[in-house]
Protein backbone atom coordinates (compact mmCIF):
# COMPACT_ATOMS: atom_id res chain seq x y z
CA UNK A 1 0.00 0.00 0.00
CA UNK A 2 0.95 3.33 -0.44
CA UNK A 3 3.27 6.06 1.49
CA UNK A 4 1.75 8.95 1.17
CA UNK A 5 3.27 12.22 2.39
CA UNK A 6 2.35 15.92 2.89
CA UNK A 7 5.09 19.16 2.40
CA UNK A 8 4.31 22.41 2.75
CA UNK A 9 5.94 25.87 4.67
CA UNK A 10 3.93 26.39 7.97
CA UNK A 11 0.32 27.38 7.57
CA UNK A 12 0.02 25.85 4.29
CA UNK A 13 -2.94 23.61 5.49
CA UNK A 14 -1.31 20.18 5.60
CA UNK A 15 -3.19 19.20 8.68
CA UNK A 16 -6.76 20.35 7.29
CA UNK A 17 -5.51 18.77 4.01
CA UNK A 18 -5.09 15.39 5.93
CA UNK A 19 -8.56 15.36 8.07
CA UNK A 20 -10.19 15.97 4.71
CA UNK A 21 -7.93 13.04 3.06
CA UNK A 22 -8.89 10.75 5.94
CA UNK A 23 -12.68 11.32 6.34
CA UNK A 24 -11.89 10.48 2.05
CA UNK A 25 -10.75 6.97 3.01
CA UNK A 26 -12.92 5.84 5.95
CA UNK A 27 -15.66 6.24 3.57
CA UNK A 28 -13.79 4.12 1.25
CA UNK A 29 -13.17 1.58 3.58
CA UNK A 30 -9.48 2.19 2.91
CA UNK A 31 -7.27 0.46 5.57
CA UNK A 32 -4.82 3.72 6.97
CA UNK A 33 -3.18 5.50 9.76
CA UNK A 34 -1.70 8.91 9.70
CA UNK A 35 1.86 10.33 11.39
CA UNK A 36 3.11 13.54 11.82
CA UNK A 37 6.18 14.37 12.54
CA UNK A 38 8.56 14.95 14.17
CA UNK A 39 6.85 12.56 16.51
CA UNK A 40 4.51 9.98 16.42
CA UNK A 41 6.51 7.45 19.19
CA UNK A 42 7.23 8.02 22.64
CA UNK A 43 11.42 8.97 21.58
CA UNK A 44 9.64 11.02 18.63
CA UNK A 45 7.87 13.28 21.20
CA UNK A 46 10.66 13.35 23.69
CA UNK A 47 12.56 14.53 20.64
CA UNK A 48 9.85 16.69 19.56
CA UNK A 49 9.97 18.71 22.54
CA UNK A 50 13.87 19.36 22.18
CA UNK A 51 13.53 20.52 18.76
CA UNK A 52 10.07 22.97 18.77
CA UNK A 53 10.18 23.71 23.06
CA UNK A 54 12.11 26.82 24.01
CA UNK A 55 15.52 26.35 25.83
CA UNK A 56 17.57 25.46 22.82
CA UNK A 57 17.51 28.37 20.95
CA UNK A 58 20.92 28.14 19.93
CA UNK A 59 20.83 24.72 18.55
CA UNK A 60 23.52 23.66 15.98
CA UNK A 61 21.81 23.16 12.31
CA UNK A 62 23.58 19.80 12.47
CA UNK A 63 22.05 19.10 15.84
CA UNK A 64 19.09 19.72 14.50
CA UNK A 65 19.44 17.92 11.26
CA UNK A 66 20.35 15.17 13.09
CA UNK A 67 17.08 15.09 16.04
CA UNK A 68 14.86 14.83 13.21
CA UNK A 69 16.48 12.43 11.35
CA UNK A 70 16.87 10.51 14.77
CA UNK A 71 12.87 10.72 15.53
CA UNK A 72 12.15 9.65 11.85
CA UNK A 73 14.35 6.41 12.21
CA UNK A 74 12.27 5.53 15.21
CA UNK A 75 8.67 6.39 13.10
CA UNK A 76 9.64 4.40 9.90
CA UNK A 77 11.33 1.27 12.19
CA UNK A 78 8.22 1.60 15.23
CA UNK A 79 5.05 2.47 12.79
CA UNK A 80 5.71 3.37 9.13
CA UNK A 81 7.37 0.44 8.08
CA UNK A 82 5.32 -2.23 10.09
CA UNK A 83 1.81 -0.74 8.86
CA UNK A 84 3.03 -0.75 5.19
CA UNK A 85 3.66 -3.91 6.20
CA UNK A 86 0.37 -5.17 7.15
CA UNK A 87 -0.80 -3.36 4.15
CA UNK A 88 -1.98 0.12 5.53
CA UNK A 89 -1.82 3.49 3.45
CA UNK A 90 0.60 5.47 5.63
CA UNK A 91 -0.16 9.34 5.50
CA UNK A 92 2.43 11.17 6.94
CA UNK A 93 2.32 14.70 7.62
CA UNK A 94 6.10 16.09 6.92
CA UNK A 95 8.55 13.43 6.10
CA UNK A 96 12.17 14.24 5.05
CA UNK A 97 11.67 16.64 2.15
CA UNK A 98 10.93 18.91 5.18
CA UNK A 99 14.31 18.17 6.12
CA UNK A 100 15.94 19.11 2.42
CA UNK A 101 13.78 22.17 2.45
CA UNK A 102 14.54 23.63 6.47
CA UNK A 103 17.57 22.07 7.77
CA UNK A 104 19.29 21.58 3.76
CA UNK A 105 18.62 24.37 1.99
CA UNK A 106 17.26 27.34 4.65
CA UNK A 107 19.93 26.42 7.18
CA UNK A 108 22.32 26.03 4.75
CA UNK A 109 23.48 22.14 5.63
CA UNK A 110 23.16 21.06 1.63
CA UNK A 111 20.69 19.26 0.48
CA UNK A 112 22.96 16.34 -0.50
CA UNK A 113 24.17 15.93 3.08
CA UNK A 114 21.01 15.75 4.70
CA UNK A 115 19.24 13.74 2.01
CA UNK A 116 22.47 10.97 2.66
CA UNK A 117 21.80 11.54 6.44
CA UNK A 118 18.36 10.76 5.78
CA UNK A 119 18.15 8.05 3.93
CA UNK A 120 20.87 6.47 6.31
CA UNK A 121 18.45 7.00 8.85
CA UNK A 122 15.40 5.64 7.05
CA UNK A 123 17.19 2.73 5.37
CA UNK A 124 15.83 4.49 2.21
CA UNK A 125 11.98 4.52 2.23
CA UNK A 126 11.11 6.96 0.14
CA UNK A 127 6.94 7.96 -0.06
CA UNK A 128 5.28 6.57 -3.58
CA UNK A 129 3.69 10.06 -3.35
CA UNK A 130 4.27 13.64 -1.64
CA UNK A 131 2.03 16.29 -2.12
CA UNK A 132 3.06 19.94 -1.42
CA UNK A 133 0.83 22.53 -0.71
CA UNK A 134 2.56 25.60 -2.14
CA UNK A 135 2.07 28.78 -0.33
CA UNK A 136 3.91 32.07 -0.46
CA UNK A 137 5.98 32.84 2.92
CA UNK A 138 3.22 36.36 2.74
CA UNK A 139 0.26 34.31 3.01
CA UNK A 140 2.01 32.08 5.68
CA UNK A 141 2.78 35.16 7.75
CA UNK A 142 -0.69 36.38 7.54
CA UNK A 143 -2.12 32.99 8.45
CA UNK A 144 0.53 32.91 11.62
CA UNK A 145 -0.32 36.54 12.78
CA UNK A 146 -4.42 35.36 12.62
CA UNK A 147 -3.40 32.51 14.89
CA UNK A 148 -4.34 32.94 18.87
CA UNK A 149 -0.82 31.03 19.85
CA UNK A 150 2.88 32.35 19.79
CA UNK A 151 4.73 30.19 17.40
CA UNK A 152 7.84 27.62 18.07
CA UNK A 153 11.03 27.82 17.69
CA UNK A 154 10.98 27.07 13.65
CA UNK A 155 8.57 29.31 13.07
CA UNK A 156 9.80 31.83 14.82
CA UNK A 157 12.50 32.11 12.78
CA UNK A 158 13.04 35.62 10.97
CA UNK A 159 11.18 36.08 7.25
CA UNK A 160 14.40 35.19 5.38
CA UNK A 161 14.78 31.78 6.46
CA UNK A 162 10.68 31.23 5.38
CA UNK A 163 11.74 32.17 2.21
CA UNK A 164 14.48 29.80 1.71
CA UNK A 165 12.25 27.11 2.81
CA UNK A 166 10.13 28.30 0.39
CA UNK A 167 13.03 27.95 -2.44
CA UNK A 168 13.82 25.08 -0.88
CA UNK A 169 10.90 23.49 -2.03
CA UNK A 170 10.34 24.67 -5.86
CA UNK A 171 14.25 23.17 -5.76
CA UNK A 172 12.72 20.32 -4.79
CA UNK A 173 10.15 19.86 -7.41
CA UNK A 174 13.29 20.01 -9.76
CA UNK A 175 15.18 17.37 -7.73
CA UNK A 176 11.95 15.19 -7.47
CA UNK A 177 9.92 15.68 -9.78
CA UNK A 178 8.04 11.71 -10.68
CA UNK A 179 7.37 11.65 -6.89
CA UNK A 180 6.47 15.81 -5.95
CA UNK A 181 2.76 17.04 -6.82
CA UNK A 182 2.41 20.65 -6.11
CA UNK A 183 -0.71 22.09 -5.87
CA UNK A 184 -1.99 25.32 -5.19
CA UNK A 185 -2.26 25.97 -1.38
CA UNK A 186 -3.62 29.40 -1.31
CA UNK A 187 -7.01 27.85 -2.76
CA UNK A 188 -9.76 27.57 -1.00
CA UNK A 189 -9.30 24.14 1.34
CA UNK A 190 -12.01 22.02 -0.32
CA UNK A 191 -10.41 23.45 -4.44
CA UNK A 192 -7.28 22.29 -2.63
CA UNK A 193 -8.93 18.59 -1.49
CA UNK A 194 -10.51 18.22 -4.91
CA UNK A 195 -7.06 18.56 -6.34
CA UNK A 196 -5.65 16.00 -3.66
CA UNK A 197 -8.46 13.30 -4.30
CA UNK A 198 -7.81 14.27 -8.46
CA UNK A 199 -3.59 13.32 -8.01
CA UNK A 200 -4.30 10.59 -5.70
CA UNK A 201 -7.48 9.07 -7.60
CA UNK A 202 -4.85 8.83 -10.84
CA UNK A 203 -1.54 7.63 -9.24
CA UNK A 204 -3.29 5.20 -7.93
CA UNK A 205 -6.20 4.49 -10.18
CA UNK A 206 -8.43 4.79 -6.85
CA UNK A 207 -11.75 6.37 -7.12
CA UNK A 208 -11.77 8.00 -3.67
P1 LIG B 1 4.65 21.45 13.40
O1 LIG B 1 4.01 22.07 14.57
O2 LIG B 1 4.40 20.01 13.15
O3 LIG B 1 4.36 22.36 12.17
P2 LIG B 1 3.43 22.20 10.93
O4 LIG B 1 2.05 22.16 11.47
O5 LIG B 1 3.75 23.43 10.12
O6 LIG B 1 3.87 20.93 10.24
O7 LIG B 1 6.19 21.74 13.52
C1 LIG B 1 7.11 21.21 12.73
C2 LIG B 1 8.18 22.26 12.50
O8 LIG B 1 9.43 21.61 12.32
C3 LIG B 1 7.90 23.06 11.25
O9 LIG B 1 8.21 24.42 11.47
C4 LIG B 1 8.88 22.50 10.25
C5 LIG B 1 10.01 21.98 11.08
N1 LIG B 1 10.69 20.79 10.52
C6 LIG B 1 12.01 20.87 10.13
O10 LIG B 1 12.62 21.94 10.23
N2 LIG B 1 12.64 19.75 9.65
C7 LIG B 1 12.02 18.55 9.55
O11 LIG B 1 12.61 17.54 9.12
C8 LIG B 1 10.62 18.47 9.98
C9 LIG B 1 9.88 17.17 9.91
C10 LIG B 1 10.00 19.62 10.45
Sequence with gaps: MPFITFEGIDQSG?????ELLSRDLSRARKSFINVREP???ALGDHIRELL???GHEDMDA???A??????RAQLVREIIEP???MGKIVVCDRYLDSSLAYQGFARGLGAERVLELNQWATGGLMPDLTLLLMLDVDASRRRLSRRATGGD?????PLDFHKRVEDGYHKLIQMFPERIAVIDGGQAADQVHQRVVAII?????WEL
Design 62 to 64: WSE
Design 14 to 18: KSTQI
Design 52 to 54: LGS
Design 201 to 205: NERFG
Design 153 to 157: RIENE
Design 39 to 41: GGT
Design 66 to 71: LLYAAA
Design 83 to 85: ALE
